[in-house]
């Protein structure tokens, strides 16, 4: 019924103490106690300095490998400042936490290199960071999109866009088309999961029927996604890619987003989407209205 | 942040890489006596962030401080290609043997820095990598080792600067190249050499410029760190106690991670004031994201994605963006109104789409805020021709929001393309802003 997250999830929050940490917290346990008995569970968080302080009910902790020994996390989502998340995902992986989601904007380049380097040899995810975390609608909430604009259902969704999510979200709400898991991956330029492994995971998953996936100019994510899809994929895609207009050589807004040396921009990613099957579509909310026809007559 | 060729150089020699002397001069004055000091011939180089600087007329050799000082007050004065030039570096000009291409490149899909090296050197690099990607090694550095000396054996190899006495497979010396008639796409590239070095390069020379070059990034967090070319010399500079080195790094080129430059606070310093418009400036300051760009619809966004997307959705419906911004999340008055005097300040702004997902924050809140920003920057509202401003907003209270700011005059869009299309229309009602951009 999803991926990455699910009934059995359990969540610590690294950074709970802070303005971030502690506001999401908030609005994550609202949705995980909204969902009543099917709801995956907020457990505890770290602080380093603050163990034995509570928040929300919360117990916090001075470090990752105590909490999970007291409260059996399994998942970890990060609202630690940049220059302190590096540690952090490497913290939370030598921990054993199964599932890392970093919320973390800005962290350096060079302090991720050897973050995902030793991740490759360990058997925890990584999603993000600088990015809206992961969702399994009705089910839990590991991030800070708003819960409310989700509805359960037979979509997967990957994106490396926040409100842009919810947007290309909230119209498939509204047209009936609810998600099995959204997954942001994040706007840097180097991350922990990719959009392969995401449409691998949503191909393997039984309840997920379809894919929308949210892409942006920079980088050859979009272009990788292609060439797996059209191997692997048998599930409908839809897809829009942002950026069309964007000037090359300027950041836009993402670390990440940026048409550099002639690589990354918008109309070769659309390109290779369409040539491997995928639906593009022109507007975020034409993702809703392309899937829908698919699904429609899928199931004639 | 990219910095300039001035700059790279020098946190480049800072690793110990060998760089041709010279300094930066921002006067045709300061040129010539940089030039008096050097001797003999040197190299007048614009100071410009643009590719093919060179074939722009941006590189120049003068022979004497005389010359040195009339190119450089030309390039000061005229800019180059449209672009300002605001200093120049003056460098003892070297006589090259062969040119060849050493950079250290972030690959974002190999999550890796990646160290390229190419015998052709001194031209467009990414476009050998298009035509002849074989000509180009490419070796991913593994951050739990670094660099170790059988990889740079590898790149000495592949560069013909092994120990085993090869040499270059680099062009010959430039006056001695003969002109190829053809058109460049169907010339050869990497003839066999001609004739020997005059100095013998040697690996170690190489080793210690690629060392160097990985440690500058690593110290530096660049996230590319360009060689270009590196150059085999008939006479290299004196380096160390060794005597002379036979490797150059004529031209160098590095690009900082903005998230890191927190820890150099030096090198945020200089960056080039003009490397941004005032406005840009303004903007990074306020901790907002903003582009500008050359259409007529100024636009305000929550969130990079979204703010792109808004953009595309404009010109779908026939519009151009003026820019891109990022007002962040939760569209709080005091950064709405910043935002508004952000897009304002560009006179081409012939109407206004501020588009928000409410997600947390509820819609009646951001309603709230962005009338009363709209209010202090009370020309919006109450001006004679003020600037038509066209709102759309979606997410919980998007009724009440919506309300809200129906009732402070300000035209809704239910959804997206309706609000590209109105804002659309309104610009292009309004005339052109002191008779055109």
Redesign the interface.
Known sequence: MSILVDAGTRVLVQGITGREGSFHTR?MLAYARAQGESGARIVGGVTPGKGGQSVEGLPVFDDVVTAVAETGANTSIIYVP??FAADAILEAAEAGIALIVAISE?????????V??YLEGSPSRLVGPNCPGVITPGVVKVG???G??HLPGPVGVV?????????VV?ALTQAGLGQSTCVGIG?D??SGTSFVDVLRLFQEDADTAAIAM?G??????EE?AAAYIADHVHKPVAA?V??????PG????????IVD??VGD?ETKIAALREAGVLVA????EIATLLAERLGTAHV | MRLHEYQSKALLAAHGIPVPDGEVAATGAEAAAVARRLGGRVAVKAQALMGGRGKAGGIVLADTPEEAEAHAARLLAEGLAGAPVHRVLVERAADIYAELYLGLV?D??A???VLMACPDGGIDI?EVA?RHPERILRLPV???IGLRGYHLARVADHLGLSRRGDVPRGDPPVGERPVDERPEDERPVGDPPVGDPPVAPTDDALAAIARGLYACA?AN?A?LAEINPLVVTAEGPPVGATGRSPLLALDAKMVI????L??HPDLAAGRDPQSESDVEREARLAGL?Y?K?DGRVGCM?????????T??????HGG??AN?L?VGGGAREERVAQALRLILSDPAVAAILINI?G??TRCDEVARGVVSALRREARLLEEATPVPVVIRL???NEDEGRRILEEAGLATAA???EGARLAVAAASKRPLAGGGR
Do not use: C
């Open positions: 609005q940049a220059r800005g962290i350096p380049v060079w302090d991720m290199l050897p995902l380097r800070i999109m708003p409310h604009i994106s490396r866009s926040g409100t842009l999510t919810y947007e909230w706007g330029p180097v949210i942006e100019i920079g980088g050859r994510a990788d829009f942002a950026g069309r207009t964007a000037p300027r950041r836009m807004g993402h670390a990440g987003a040396g002639g918008a022109d507007s975020p909310d | 972030l974002r899909r999550r890796r820095m990414e298009r593994d951050p739990a690593r967090d996230t991670d903005d998230s890191a927190y820890r994201s582009v760009l966004v929550n969130g990079a994605g979204l703010a792109m997307a953009m595309d959705v404009l010109k779908l151009e963006p891109f990022d997902f997600g947390i979606v997410g919980t959804t997206l393309a």
